[in-house]
Antibody, heavy 119, light 108 residues
Framework: VQLVQSGAEVKKPGASVKVSCKAS????????VHWVRQAPGQGLEWMGW????????NYARKFQGRVTMTRDTSISTAYMELSRLTSDDTAVYYC?????????????WGQGTLVTVSS | EIVLTQSPGTLSLSPGDRATLSCRAS???????LDWYQQRPGQAPRLLIY???TRATGVPDRFSGSGSGTDFTLTISNLEPEDVAVYYC?????????FGPGTKLEIK
């Protein structure tokens, strides 16, 4: 199983960013994809999930209205778009697969994408 | 929303020691939905334990998880230098997932 994310981004305040997460070596539509972010020197923060099979989403309250999680099943890729960026959104963004064990565990993670918001 | 608290914030031990990391929830958590992750410096998190006590594939048996209700523990025996990391607990309480603030493990 591999999750390979897109490269680092630098954005200005007020802009949007879209991060991709390409899955391989497993059936993409069978597992939810979650997004977790980590601000510099801080802990992990769950943002939400996308169900690649149906396209359904569930977002953490903090990000509702500002985040959109989508997928393209033809290329086994999940996307996370965050709008109206501020400096507080500077973080490493990870995608993670929810595993098959019924424990809502995140069994595989992408390598992370650094998003820097700066004027 | 369930809040997770981890203690201690930092743990400094010697090679060969045993580490005991605590994760406490503000409300009862189903043990089925309590997981532990290891994040080494500069790396993505790695799943260690799921369902409170089941080791993930490839995780050495030096790592063990236990607990129920509001109190959960990650124990690492026979510490090795490679165990230097931040350890996070995580829980699921529909429809939300939350992480604890982490425990930083240092090896002297």
């Amino acid at each position: 199983v591999q999750l390979v994310q897109s490269g680092a981004e630098v954005k200005k305040p007020g802009a949007s960013v879209k991060v991709s997460c390409k899955a391989s070596e497993y059936t993409f539509i069978d597992y939810y994809v979650h997004w977790v972010r980590q601000a510099p020197g801080q802990g992990l923060e769950w943002m939400g999930w996308n169900n690649p099979n149906t396209g359904a989403t569930n977002y953490a309250r903090k990000f509702q209205g500002r985040v959109t999680m989508t997928r393209d099943t033809s290329i086994s890729t999940a996307y996370m778009e965050l709008s109206r960026l501020t400096s507080d959104d500077t973080a490493v963004y990870y995608c993670a697969r929810e595993g098959p064990n019924g424990s809502c565990e995140f069994d595989f993670w992408g390598q992370g994408t650094l998003v820097t918001v700066s004027s | 929303e369930i809040v997770l608290t981890q203690s201690p914030g930092t743990l400094s031990l010697s090679p060969g020691d045993r580490a005991t990391l605590s994760c406490r929830a503000s409300q009862s958590v189903s043990g089925k939905y309590l997981d532990w992750y290891q994040q080494r410096p500069g790396q993505a998190p790695r799943l260690l334990i799921y369902g409170a006590s089941t080791r993930a594939t490839g995780v050495p048996d030096r790592f063990s998880g236990s607990g129920s209700g509001t109190d959960f523990t990650l124990t690492i025996s026979n510490l090795e230098p490679e165990d230097v990391a931040v350890y996070y607990c995580q829980q699921y309480d529909s429809p939300l997932y939350t992480f604890g603030p982490g425990t930083k493990l240092e090896i002297k």
